[in-house]
DNA sequence: CTCCATGCAAAATATTTGCAATTCA
DNA sequence: TGAATTGCAAATATTTTGCATGGAG
């Protein structure tokens, strides 16, 4: 969907439009959980064969880089790449099938007010990422394992 | 200072109580950041120089099952452990020194309780970081550079 | 004395770098 | 054409495993 503003935003900022970056963009810009290295490789070679996992690699971090994707952390690790938001949204993670979706709207400013006063930190950044059962999984579970 | 509460919990779970598990427990337990294996490893060498990192390693995984550090999700990374604080508690760490304090009474509840209507997902974790200067940190920068 | 635990070495992973060949602009 | 980019191979970095020895209980 968004593919060719991602193409757009890698050739404004003077990178190269090559079939490896197209295919890894392709890839991680229409999938809506977040991918390990490794699996943006395998599904984009799907449809580049030649692609190498280096540029995988190298590709991500020029797309982290321009803010198009952002590292997903998780308990198994933090190693998976997502398509970023737009704006200061947070995430919340599907734990059975990985889907992901943004949300905004935090109201936990007077939460980062108490916490600044009571311990006197400055806050800069604030985390937060949610987790649970996204709806197809949970009507999964209701009906019984398959 | 709870190195000896952590000994403890160590025994009573039937692992027995070695010079290496002490020399481990004892930095963990009295470092207020999150510390890399590597760290943890030069660290507790300085204690018992016999020390290997492979054993670090496996106690570091113990005391996680244990309860008593947990993993600690940062920009560079996810592999360093800290303390874990008792009950459900949040974390605030600071980008200059690294050093960590929980806090607590986290009043995200509507928040999470909206996120599930509007999105459909039932939220089962929550996970919520603050990062900036701690006080320290903020008088030296105050007083500029040294 | 009996196992659990250790440390070494080596294996398995994950990520980065050097470089000649390729390809976009 | 010329410089950016690629993919391979190899170098690093990180974590795990096999196994004989050592030490806790």
Redo the contacts with the bound molecule.
């Keep these: 969907m968004s593919s060719n503003t991602w193409l757009d935003q890698?050739?404004e900022n003077?990178?190269?439009?090559?079939?490896?970056?197209r295919a890894?963009v392709e890839v991680v810009a229409t999938t809506e959980r977040a991918l390990?290295?490794?699996e943006v490789f395998d599904a984009a070679r799907s449809r580049?064969p030649?692609?190498?996992?280096?540029?995988?690699?190298?590709?991500l971090?020029?797309l982290e880089q321009l803010g198009l994707v952002q590292r997903v952390h998780q308990e198994n690790?933090?190693?998976a790449y997502l398509t970023h938001a737009r704006g200061h949204q947070h995430l919340i993670i599907c734990k059975t099938c990985g889907r992901a979706e943004y949300f905004s709207g935090d109201d936990i400013s007077s939460l980062i007010q108490r916490v600044s006063q009571q311990h006197g930190f400055t806050v800069k950044d604030h985390w937060l990422q949610l987790s649970g059962l996204c709806p197809d999984c949970q009507k999964l579970r209701d009906e019984g394992d398959d």
């Design positions: 890698l050739r003077g990178y190269r439009l090559t079939e490896s970056r890894v390990t290295p490794v580049y030649a692609l190498g996992l280096v540029t995988v690699y190298r590709t971090e020029k690790g933090c190693n």
